[in-house]
């Protein structure tokens, strides 16, 4: 798709529409027609506020039900219905205190990688279920979900950039600080944690492995058999190339790199 209003950061699948967080110029989030994947059409979208941080820039959608979770910088938490995927329909937000990086969400809470403010847990109860795996001029500010003071919260040492949930832990990129992993029941508790020497940007685990994108030191896997002792299994790493992003898919490691090029490697 060469249309986006802006720069497309975070996508999601659902039936035939691929929903895209969209940054700078076109902040919000536009849905696309993937019927065909040959010839994907934009059939609509939404604009929030425009504004952004020199540095975080990053965007992050995700599913549940059918609702949409846009992670939106200083904007914080905005959630839509999707029923009519060419109509989003904005049904609540909720800042936070920092800067929205990424989000999860599971049973009536959302999950924010809050940047240099930590891990910020939402409640959303009626809208956050399980999660699954022409733009129109800027809404009306919809009603807000409860105010982020009344939610748990985790501050951090580093800066939370992404975060995958397994369970009752959370598995955090926390940028200088390497990899943190934390309980979440009964209350946010460190349980474990991984200095890999870099900045972790991203995080996806997948069994009992955590795959990061270590900048500038690449792709880092960790063995997180034993929560409580997470061992580093290896590092791959290329002269002059950093590892911003990544995903899993069956037995392969899909990394973006520096240049927006791409590694796809075995596991």
Do not use: C
């Not at 990129?173 to 890999?196: C, F, N, Q, R, Y």
């Not at 590892?243 to 791409?262: E, I, Q, S, Y």
């Amino acid at each position: 798709v060469r249309n986006l209003q802006g720069n497309g950061w975070g996508v999601v699948l659902k039936d035939n529409y691929a929903y895209a967080a969209t940054g700078h110029g076109g902040h919000g989030a536009q849905v696309i027609d993937i019927s065909d994947i040959y010839n994907p059409v934009v059939i609509g979208g939404i604009k929030t506020p425009p504004f952004y941080l020199v540095g975080p820039d990053s965007w992050e959608v995700a599913i549940s039900g059918n609702y949409l979770f846009l992670a939106d910088g200083l904007n914080g938490i905005f959630v839509f219905d999707i029923k009519e995927p060419g109509k989003l329909k904005p049904v609540a937000r909720s800042d936070t205190p920092g800067y929205a990086h990424n989000l999860a969400v599971g049973p009536g809470r959302i999950y924010v990688a809050d940047y240099k403010n930590g891990l910020h847990i939402i409640d959303a109860t009626g809208l956050a279920g399980q999660q699954l795996v022409d733009v129109g001029k800027m809404p009306d500010i919809p009603p807000r979900l409860p105010s982020v003071e009344s939610s748990d919260t985790y501050q951090s040492s580093g800066q939370i950039r992404a975060l995958d949930i397994q369970g009752d832990y959370a598995f955090l990129a926390a940028g200088a600080a390497g990899m943190e992993i934390i309980s979440l029941s009964p209350s946010l508790k460190k349980i474990g944690a991984v200095d890999t020497s870099g900045i972790v940007r991203d995080i996806k685990v997948s069994g009992n492995i955590a795959y990061l994108a270590d900048g500038s030191k690449g792709l880092v896997a960790i063995d997180v058999t034993d929560v409580n002792n997470p061992k580093l299994l290896g590092r791959y790493k290329k002269k002059n190339i950093m590892v911003r992003m990544l995903n899993v898919f069956g037995n392969k490691v899909l990394a973006v790199t520096n240049d927006w090029g791409r590694m796809e490697l075995d596991r």
